[in-house]
């Protein structure tokens, strides 16, 4: 019997598995733009998961302001970020806030 080895998730899959399991969230999407980032600096061709967009509603956003949920998030992803992450945009809520998405 052949032992079958599975792929290393994909950046998405792993900041969604991340923040799924910390915020318990009501509602989130992961959204890969590395596309629109190609030829921003040498190294940045576009084809890697590069920059994410993270749109997150979570019960633990709420009565915490904006810059402690760009924190907050920011140290959940740290090992993605320091893996090579270029960059992070957030966009957190907590549930009833207005959101542009």
Do not use: C, Y
């Not at 009501?26 to 921003?40: C, K, N």
């Amino acid at each position: 019997m052949s032992k079958s080895i599975s792929p290393t998730p994909s950046v998405r899959a792993r900041i969604e598995t991340t923040l799924f399991e910390a915020l318990k969230p009501a509602r989130l999407e992961v959204i890969d733009e590395s596309h629109h980032h190609a030829g921003h600096q040498p190294n940045i061709t576009g084809t890697g998961e590069t920059h994410m967009r993270v749109r997150v509603v979570s019960e633990r956003f709420a009565g915490v302001g904006r810059v402690e949920r760009h924190r907050l998030v920011n140290a959940l992803l740290k090992p993605e970020l320091d893996a090579g992450l270029h960059a992070l945009a957030i966009e957190a809520a907590a549930p009833g806030e207005t959101t542009r998405w």
